[in-house]
């Protein structure tokens, strides 16, 4: 009786195994299954990401080179705009008018009496005049600021592109007139090898 109990036992001891080994199989396949489909769900979503943050990264790119460019164009405007109005209006630079305050003061400081400090404001203002006609004159030829309608930032665009001195814009060559046609977007361009001529 206890030995066929004992085998009794061992079958349903088998038949347990059995169906735990093909239960244990069944859950690996599925773990696997949904290991696969994670893995291709991944690179589905990280594809389309990667994709649109190099879009962004470009984007970027594009507007901040477009907003460096326009920012300079206005500037260089500007600059001209207000040396058009200073000559027109024929007012001194900022430092030829500090230098005249500081000799009015000197002046004032060492003249003797009330009669002295008259005529050494009028010789004063006469420096000033004097040092306004001589700033006139360009004591570099390679500033191309000097002449009319050329800002700061065209001036080192010009000097990149190989146009280094005043004397190439009055009188150009057939090279340098080819590299001056590149700048030929710039407002008063026409006028250029004129303006460099005025420059004694």
Do not use: W, Y
């Not at 001194?92 to 002295?116: H, L």
């Amino acid at each position: 009786m206890a030995k066929k109990a004992k085998q009794s036992v061992d079958k349903i001891v088998k038949k347990v195994n059995k169906e735990f080994e093909k239960t244990s199989s069944q859950i690996e396949g599925l773990i696997s299954d949904a290991l696969k489909q994670f893995d291709s769900l991944q690179h589905q979503i990280q594809d389309p990401v990667r994709k649109l943050l190099k879009e962004f990264d470009d984007l970027r790119g594009r507007e901040m080179k477009r907003f460096n460019d326009e920012f300079e164009r206005r500037l260089d405007d500007l600059h001209e705009l207000q040396t058009n109005i200073l000559e027109r209006l024929g007012v001194a630079s900022k430092e030829d008018i500090r230098k005249a305050e500081k000799d009015i003061k000197k002046e004032n400081r060492e003249a003797p009496s009330a009669k002295a400090k008259a005529p050494a404001k009028k010789s004063s203002v006469k420096k000033a005049a004097s040092k306004k006609s001589v700033a006139k004159k360009p004591a570099d030829r390679s500033d191309l600021t000097l002449v009319k309608g050329i800002g700061p930032a065209t001036a080192k665009k010009m000097k990149d592109a190989g146009i280094t001195s005043i004397d190439q814009i009055a009188d150009p060559s057939a090279a340098d007139q080819e590299k001056l046609n590149t700048f030929s977007s710039i407002k008063g361009f026409d006028q250029l090898t004129t303006e460099a001529k005025k420059i004694n």
